[in-house]
């Protein structure tokens, strides 16, 4: 009687709210479809005077329509379904916490409680202590004998007295973690570098990322920090705005020319690019084509189709390929040919695994789309220059798709290109974050994607009373902030240790 779904992090949470949209578009033109092409059989065998049988198919398609439908509606029923949204009382938490309301609330999700978990008190404070430390020794023990993590720099960045938040913090951060050769070892080496920075949601990941930004500009790389992760942190890691899809300077507060941009990929610009690579020229090619043979019946079947609809709602998950191919085109342009060191911080562990395989995925579908496009306008055209005697042009919907496609390629080239890119894990000293991260390693590896360095986060020092202040005073002031903005949104707010 009671169902509960413990979702992935925010980005893949937000994708499988819209999955069933996607779902009944998609199907929506697939039963179009199929009925056309039923029809158009159907005229043709009655040419013959054979009898058409009734299509299955459509009616399997159009009962798996009414089932997503009513997922769709499930979703939003107020009477069934709750949206409980988990943080953790941090300023990067609460404001993702508070993003996905407001997308909650666009989408027409109920959702009337949060829960801020691991709020420290007096009372709880020995308490966590004492299994904090248990937890980290396991998991610093499984990251150092863990086949998978064996080769591996092993970084370990302490648990910190500020929240890493704006550019002092950052530069602060930065010179605990990328010390001791670190920062050197990974910068080695003449020409553009890319980092890519992945691991589980809640780990530090953008953190990392920022400082490691900040350490490059600071060493006179000019460099461009970008977030792949359809729930963007990085805006408030910076403490500057730096979405709109295009790199943003962002500013020493200590004044100085730093030369440091970030920027948040803009996912649905990204998805319109996709939407008018593949839909443009509709279906005319195809209907020219049987106009021109003579076969009128057909073409009145097929005329009204839009064969090109059937990508106007991509698959979830094409957005972040993407978005990196996009990075990777107006890179190559004068315009950008400054940056020298290009940072990635990505989604969590599963989007970072989708997003590196993307590319071949997409090259394969995006080849098979060329090669039906370019013989389908190969034959109008072939029927057109035989009455008009012209001259065939090539169709600008194929020319769209194979430039998506090389930039595809070149993405996938340098995921690949150990002299260009290194693929940075990052974790904490906890055994469920210790396991994600030997699989993460063992799933890169297996996709050759260069791996050399692991950043173990939140390392807390022995003294006990040091790591319970350090997280009072975080949690005492994102609490209150916390308490400002959401509570008056929200039916109840829920604390707990």
Known sequence: SRIVFDTAPTGHTLRLLTLPDFVDASLTKVIRLRKKLSGAADAVRGLFGVAGNQDEVVAKLEKMQERIRGVKALFRDESQTEFIIATIPTQLGINESRRLLGTLREEGIPCRR???????????????????????????????????????????????????????????????????????????????????????????????????????????????????????????????????????????????????????????????????????????????????????????????????????????????????????????????????????????????????????????GLGKMVMLRAKLGAAAGAVKNFFTGGKGEQDPAVKAMEALRGRMDAARSLFHDATKTQFVIVTIPTLMAAAESARLASSLRQEGIPLETLIVNQVGPVLQSLVVGIAAVHQARSLFTMLQRLSAELHMVIFLP
């Open 114 to 364: 949060l829960i801020v978990n691991q709020v420290i008190t007096p009372s709880t404070g020995p308490a966590f202590l004492k299994l904090r430390l248990k937890d980290q020794a396991a998991a610093l023990q499984l990251l150092d004998s863990d086949p998978a993590l064996t080769g591996l720099n092993h970084v370990r960045a302490p648990l910190v007295d500020v929240e890493v938040r704006g550019l002092p913090a950052l530069q602060y951060f930065g010179s605990v973690v990328w010390k001791d050769g670190v920062f050197e070892k990974i910068n080695a080496g003449a020409g553009r570098k890319y980092f890519m920075l992945g691991g589980k949601g809640g780990v530090g990941k953008t953190s990392c990322s920022s400082s490691l930004a900040v350490r490059c500009a600071q060493e006179g790389h000019s460099t461009l920090v970008v977030s792949t992760d359809p729930a963007h942190s990085l805006s408030d890691s910076l403490d500057v705005d730096v979405s709109g899809g295009l790199p943003v300077k962002v500013e020493s507060p200590f004044g100085g020319d730093l030369p440091l941009f970030g920027m948040q990929i803009d996912l649905e610009q990204a998805r319109a690019e996709l939407r008018a690579a593949v839909a443009g020229g509709g279906t005319s090619g195809l209907n020219d084509f049987l106009d021109n043979l003579g076969l009128g019946m057909l073409a009145d079947q097929l005329k009204d189709l839009d064969l090109g609809q059937l990508m106007d709602t991509p698959p979830p998950g094409v957005d972040e390929a993407i978005a990196i191919s996009k990075v990777v085109q107006f890179l190559d342009s004068p315009d950008y040919a400054h940056f020298d060191r290009i940072i990635f911080d990505t989604a969590p562990t599963g989007h970072t695994l989708r997003l590196l395989t993307l590319p071949d995925f997409m090259d394969k």
